[in-house]
């Protein structure tokens, strides 16, 4: 992993393999952002000059190479686009900053330690920037030829070192920030090792082994219910849903708690290992990423173990419902009814709408205890993906407000989502004449019928949210800003703002 440090120095004089500055896109071309005043000074004040003739435009993500100046102890100037001039008086936006040096991380992989000197006006900039870089520089090169952990590309290390210029090492909001953005960024990145993890490797019993250890270092108790535990308890939809493989599911509960906490919050996580579509078997064209439908399971295990890094002031358990979704002859067939946890039975339709059916359960046994508020996160429905496009994930919700605070709380993180509804009309397209609801609906608006399916399974008056994660999970093109090809970890940073919200009192 990279270590953040924050340095008072001048940037000429610090010994590095290269300096970060940021650039932005002003009214007549390039211009040099705040914090690069010392390099800048050393071409002469005609830096932005020199980057416009490069080509450099400043939008968002752009990088250029230039040599450092004579006298410099580091022999290269990276600098990296901010994007548009943020209006006089008016900051950098956190976001801005964070795929900045998200994509100057991943660029300098190899680089034993990189100053970056970009804007720094407050503490939440540190925050950006520190969490920016550990994000940037991660890569999962596991299984290549002579990769291990401290390897990454072509068998370079990932950016071992990131010096922040602009900070105070000793102001306790700026140490507090730093160490945020690497407990964060740590835990959000073994979110996408697991969502990248090949199946063969990361079967159900797999994944809560690996949960179990992660989280008793962290001081977090597990508790894992194996395929006899489910079956004396009733767990009819994560059995149902895991019956086809020749590996058994799971059902993992992590729980972290504070002796000051005073609100209780649940998070439950899809985690199908893989899925196949089971009997109703899907397409060519429509599997090969499907080791990613997990990747709820991955996100809520990773902020449970942030939120214990962070020591936040609230109690926060995650419920991990593990299954592999394959078809074989003990599988679960279209037609077939299950017995959910909840006592209600299900009509299953289409065995590859089988992740609602796992979380069923899991939301049932969360509700069990009571919490403040329930969210569940997954990677839900195709549809999802048709309606928001793949870098937006959808929030429904069975309270308005806790849906806006949802949203709120992932904007401000950096992660795009969209409020979606819940309409009641849709719901009666899943009733069945031989079970209490059928596990398909209305085909148009399927996420939402989804989000309609998985709120039967939520406690009367629970607070109850659903993040339909489908689009930004996996990320199959390139990389970009801070996200890495592969799994994104999406949704992590979100839950953990919203624990820290509910913690501090700010959510209500």
Known sequence: MTALTLSTAAAPGLRADAIVIGVAKGAKGPIVAPGAEAVDKAYDGRLAGILETLGASGAEGELTKLPAPAGFK???????????????DAGFDPEALRKAAGAAARTLTGAKKAVFALPVTDAADIGAIGEGVVLGAYSFDAYKHNGDDAKAKNGKAP???????????RDAAHKAALLRATAVGEELNRARDLINMPPNDLDPEAFAALAQTAAKEHGIKVQV??????AKGGYGGILGVGSGSASAPRLVKLSYTSSKAKKNLAFVGKGITYDSGGISLKPAGHNETMKCDMSGAAAVFAAVVAAARLGLEVNVTGWLALAENMPSGSATRPGDVLRMYSGKTVEVLNTDAEGRLVLADALWAASAEKPDAIVDVATLTGAMMLALGSRTFGIMANDDAFRSALHEAAEEVGE?????????????????????IANMGERMGGGLVAGLFLREFVGEGITWAHLDIAGPAFNEGGPFGYTPKGGTGTAVRTLVRLAELTASGDLG
Request: hydrophobic share 45%; proline share 13%; aromatic share 2%.
């Open 74 to 88: 580091a022999p290269l100037v990276l600098a990296v686009g901010l994007g548009q001039e943020p209006d006089k």
């Open 159 to 169: 950016l071992a070192e990131a010096a922040m210029l602009g900070g105070k090492p």
């Open 225 to 230: 219910l194996d395929e006899k535990a489910l």
């Open 416 to 436: 795009p989502a969209w409020p979606m509804p819940l309409p009641e009309h849709l719901r009666k397209g899943m009733d069945s004449s031989v079970a209490d």
